[in-house]
C-alpha cells in the first residue's frame, strides 16, 4: 500500500462531507443526517435502479438512432479524445429523467458536468456514451452507463451494451442495486468460477493521456498476454466490467478512470460475484483514480502483479493517482463547478 495519506483523503472527499448520511437500514432504505438533525427517509435502492434504467435506456434510444447515421465529430482533452452530438444529446435524455424523478440529487455527467443540489447524498454518475471512439467507427463495443451513488459508493445502476455491428445492433441490459443481485435483460448474472490465471481472459483500456500510467499499463499488457489466455483491449470500461460480471471474462483494471467511467459497471460486477479494488489492492470508491474488478477466485493472483506496478507507478514515477474531486476543471475544460 503505497499511500496512507491517500486512503484518509478518500474517507473525506465526495460532495458534502459533513453533511453525509452515517447509516443504513436493513430494509435498504437510508436516512439522512448532519451532525444534529435527522432527515426523511430516501428512496430504496430499487425505486433508484427503477430510474436508472428509465434513464439509460433514454440516453440508448438516442444512441440506436444515431448509430447508423453520419456522425458529427469534435475533439476534447487531446486529439484523440472525441466527442459527438449523441453524446451531448444522450446525456441530455438522461438528465431529463432524473431530473423529473429527483430534482434535488446531485448529477455529475461527463459532458456537463455537476449540476443538482450539491448538498445531496445520492450522486448520479453519468457516461452518456462509453466508447465514443467505437461509436465513432461503428465498432463494437460502447455502452450508455448510468449509476446512483450514495457519498462514494454506487447503489444502483444500469449498463446498456451494443454489440454486434452496422445494421445488427444488439443491445445487452445489464443492472444491478446493492444487495439485490446482477441481471442481463432481467436474467440473473454471475462471475465465472476460473481459478487460474492461464486459464483467464482478461480485459484492460488505456485513457487519452499517454503518461507514465499509460506507459506502466502498457507493460501489465504485456506481462498479462503471457500468463492469460489473452488480454483484450475493447474500448469501453462498462462494457469490460459488465463483460466480468456475466462470465465472458475474469477481469478488467485500468488506471485513471473518472467516476463516470466505472461507478455503473463496478456494482454491477460487486453484485454479479466478483471483487472490485483500487490497483493496489484498497478498498474501491468511485472517486479512485485506479480499478481492479475480477471474478474474487483470481483477485489476488492479479494484485500479485498489478499492486507493485502500481506503487512504483506513484513512488517512484510520480503519478498522480490521487482521487478524482467533483468540482474541479477536467483536464483543462471549462468544467469547473463549485461544490
Ligand atoms: C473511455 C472508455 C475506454 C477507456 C478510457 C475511457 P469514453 O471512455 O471507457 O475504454 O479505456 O479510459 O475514457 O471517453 O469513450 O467515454
Ligand atoms: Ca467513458
Ligand atoms: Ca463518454
Not at 431530473?99 to 450539491?118: Q, S, W
Not at 454489440?163 to 432481467?186: E, L
Not at 463496478?266 to 493496489?280: F, K, N, S
Request: charged fraction near 20%; glycine fraction near 10%; charge should be negative.
Amino acid at each position: 500500500m503505497y499511500a496512507h495519506s491517500q486512503m484518509t483523503a478518500a474517507k473525506t472527499r465526495g460532495i458534502a462531507a459533513a453533511r453525509r448520511c452515517q447509516r443504513t437500514n436493513s430494509s435498504g432504505r437510508s436516512a439522512r443526517f448532519n451532525s444534529s438533525v435527522k432527515c426523511a427517509a430516501g428512496p430504496s435502492y430499487k425505486e433508484l435502479l427503477a430510474v436508472a434504467e428509465e434513464a439509460a435506456r433514454a440516453g440508448a434510444a438516442i444512441v440506436q438512432d444515431a448509430v447508423d447515421k453520419p456522425r458529427n465529430i469534435s475533439s476534447k482533452s487531446t486529439s484523440t479524445d472525441l466527442v459527438t452530438e449523441t453524446d451531448l444529446a444522450s446525456e441530455a435524455a438522461i438528465l431529463a429523467v432524473l431530473r423529473k424523478h429527483f430534482p434535488t440529487h446531485a448529477i455529475l455527467g461527463e459532458e456537463g458536468g455537476v449540476t443538482g443540489d450539491t448538498n445531496s447524498e445520492y450522486l448520479w454518475c453519468v457516461d452518456p456514451l462509453d466508447g465514443t471512439t467505437n461509436f465513432a467507427h461503428g465498432y463494437p463495443s460502447f455502452a450508455v452507463l448510468v449509476a446512483c451513488c450514495k457519498h462514494a459508493t454506487p447503489v444502483a445502476s444500469t449498463v446498456v451494451e451494443f454489440g454486434g455491428g452496422p445494421g445488427t445492433w444488439v443491445q445487452r441490459v445489464y443492472s444491478a442495486s446493492r444487495n439485490g443481485g446482477a441481471t442481463m435483460n432481467g436474467a440473473p448474472i454471475s462471475v465465472s468460477g476460473t481459478r487460474e490465471l492461464v486459464q483467464s481472459l482478461v480485459t484492460t483500456g488505456f485513457g487519452y493521456d499517454h503518461d507514465a500510467a499509460w506507459m506502466a499499463n502498457m507493460g501489465l499488457f504485456q506481462t498479462f498476454t503471457d500468463v492469460t489466455r489473452g488480454v483484450r483491449r475493447l474500448g469501453s470500461a462498462g462494457v469490460d466490467m459488465c463483460h466480468v460480471a456475466c462470465g465472458l471474462t475474469e477481469a478488467y483494471w485500468e488506471p485513471k478512470l473518472k467516476p463516470w467511467d466505472q461507478a455503473a459497471g463496478a456494482l454491477v460486477v460487486e453484485e454479479a460475484g466478483g471483487t472490485v479494488t483500487t490497483m493496489d489492492g484498497r478498498a474501491f470508491s468511485v472517486f479512485d483514480r485506479s480499478v481492479l474488478v475480477s471474478n474474487t477466485h483470481l483477485h489476488q493472483q492479479l494484485l500479485d502483479i498489478i499492486e507493485p506496478v502500481t506503487t512504483d507507478l506513484v513512488v517512484n514515477k510520480g503519478a498522480d493517482l490521487t482521487p478524482f474531486k467533483v468540482g474541479t476543471t477536467v483536464e483543462g475544460q471549462d468544467r469547473t463547478r463549485t461544490l
